[in-house]
């Protein structure tokens, strides 16, 4: 184990940082005049933006850490997440975005609105809610404190979630989304360098010899396609699991969703999304295949999650350690100020601006800002709960794979069934997920069966597949006028597809989608 301590030069540049962060919140406070300012960035945000913000977003704490120590622990399994993501980004880009756009939401749950409802928005967004400041912001929270542990052992927990709750909400309350993209971006684009210096440093310590990878890898770790009765990620888990949880992630999930919505045009949510896309798929080598290379430089560490922290401690010198630790804690807190703001959001758009009273633009902003600072203290009250249940974190995954299929489901069936009815998402919605819910609390936390939770999530597919279905046959059909705008329709295709013969290859999104499909094809083939 490396002695995890901070020269006061690191120190210095950690204080520079974050008041740069802040900086950039009291920047960006001046110009967020409104409500859509504050959630939705204007909607001006370009591709870069975009896409890093995804990314970034999308490092959980659990994710960030973890993909490193998974790579440790267990090998190259974990990377099926990640490439089957870029899959997803593209249905996402080619066939999803555009309705969501041209249906010029706020939220997700607001197009089940559209789609449905009002009843399946108030569900979807309430059930969100929850979930973004009981799981997101907790899982957030403990991977930070585990960061900030290590640095500084004598401080007290607790006093690591409050910093972390204090630094990410702040510049939230004051700049809003414009200000947690910008940041990310910034974060994102340290955190790849970071990780690209440190997989050369370490594949140095073995003369760049590929075969050492293999060598040390667990056993049966080096690929993808593992047995079928695996309890970490069978191979038939990807199709059954990992797709559907990629599609939550990434399609229903508000609080990602939320960044490609802020896009200034369709053209730079679809590159952006593109973009995220193509950045899962180097995770392999930057992040995963360094912890398993530290298997060789720390061979026993106390936990698998301490391999990536353990290697910028080991290898990255002073000066530079203390920019990459404040880059990665602030990419830690980047899922919290996420949730805060996205959670926000759907209080306001979805229960606020839906009443019958009208409020002036001015007063949404002071009350969206009140409400991120009530989460930020409602994400630390929760605290002291996660703390006391070491792997709580470990059931996020598995938690999410059981309950929220039907929100899938439903999301993607009004998509793209035209028979879909109102009566049949809802209530898919308010049965189905307490069924997950047993589910998962039988299967996961009182093991009363044996069930593998990406086959679970299969199951819980096919289930919530027939309620919407059987519901729907069995209720009167939607006006297919009123549901005209956010459905697929061949006809738009075509349409689109006239416009784009006179773009330039690197402008048109069909074939920036295929050449990014044929190379997640291309790189993940050697690996199973």
């Known amino acids: 184990m490396p002695e995890f301590d901070l020269a006061t030069i690191d120190l210095v540049v950690i204080a520079a940082y974050v ?46 850490l973890g993909l490193a120590g998974a790579g440790y622990d267990t090998g190259i ?68 404190a585990l960061v900030l542990s290590l640095l500084f052992p004598n401080v007290p927990l607790m006093v690591h979630v409050i910093a972390i709750a204090l630094l990410g909400g702040v510049y939230v309350i004051l700049g809003g989304l414009r200000a947690v993209m910008i940041t990310d971006t910034i974060q994102g684009i340290l955190l790849f360098l970071a990780a690209g210096i440190i997989f050369v440093l370490v594949f140095r310590e073995f003369d760049f010899e590929w075969a050492a990878i293999p060598e040390l890898a667990p056993e049966g770790g080096f690929t993808l396609a593992r047995p079928a009765d695996d309890d970490f990620l069978p191979w038939p888990g990807i199709f059954t699991g990992a797709i559907w949880l990629g599609f939550y992630v990434w399609v229903s999930n508000h609080v990602v969703v939320q960044r490609v919505l802020a896009a200034k045009n369709l053209d730079h949510g679809r590159w952006g999304a593109l973009f995220a896309g193509l950045m899962q798929l180097p ?7 360094p912890g398993i290379l530290a298997r060789g430089v720390f061979e026993d560490l106390e936990s698998p999650d301490l391999a990536w922290p353990s290697l910028i401690f080991e290898f990255i010198p002073i000066g530079v350690r203390g920019l990459i630790v404040a880059a990665m804690i602030a990419a830690l807190m980047s899922t919290l100020d996420s949730v805060l703001n996205g959670a926000a959001s759907l209080v306001i758009n979805d229960f606020v601006k839906t009443r019958d009273k009208e409020y002036s633009e001015k007063r949404l902003l002071m009350m969206s800002r009140v409400l991120v600072g009530i989460l930020m203290v409602v994400a630390v009250a929760w605290a002291p709960v996660i703390l006391q249940f070491d792997t709580l974190v470990e059931y996020f995954q598995s938690f999410l794979g059981y309950v929220t299929m039907p929100i899938v489901v439903v999301l993607l069936g009004g998509i793209f069934w035209r028979r879909a009815t109102a009566p049949a998402a809802f209530w898919t919605l308010v049965v189905v997920t307490p069924i997950g819910l047993v589910g998962f609390i039988t299967g996961e936390i009182l093991e009363l069966h044996g069930l593998q939770f990406l086959y679970a999530t299969g199951v819980m597919v096919v289930v919530s597949t027939l309620a919407l279905v059987g519901l729907s046959l069995a209720t009167t059909a939607p006006d297919p006028e009123s549901i005209s705008e956010v459905v697929f329709d061949r006809r738009t295709w075509h349409e689109e597809s006239a416009g784009l013969r006179d773009k330039p290859w690197y402008q048109n999104y069909r074939k920036l989608s295929l050449g990014l499909g044929i190379l997640t094809v291309a790189v993940v083939v050697p690996f199973i």
């Not at 909607?43 to 990314?55: A, D, E, K, N, Y």
């Not at 009843?119 to 403990?142: E, H, K, N, P």
């Not at 995770?283 to 295949?289: D, G, P, S, T």
Request: hydrophobic content about 55%.
């Open 19 to 64: 008041v740069m962060i802040l900086g950039i919140g009291f920047w960006v406070a001046r110009r967020t005049g409104d409500s859509d300012d504050f959630f939705l960035a204007g909607r001006g945000m370009t591709w870069p933006l975009v896409g890093f913000s995804l990314i970034v977003t999308n490092f959980s704490g659990t994710q960030f």
């Open 77 to 144: 399994a974990v990377w099926n997440y990640e490439w089957m993501a870029t899959l997803v980004l593209l249905a996402f880009a080619v066939l999803i975005l555009p309705i969501y756009l041209q249906s010029k939401i706020s939220t997700v749950p607001e197009f089940l609105e559209k789609r449905y409802d009002r009843r399946s928005r108030y569900a979807f967004s309430g059930f969100t809610v929850i979930t973004g400041m009981l799981i997101d912001s907790a899982g957030a929270m403990f991977a930070g």
């Open 283 to 289: 995770l392999l080598v930057l992040l995963i295949f």
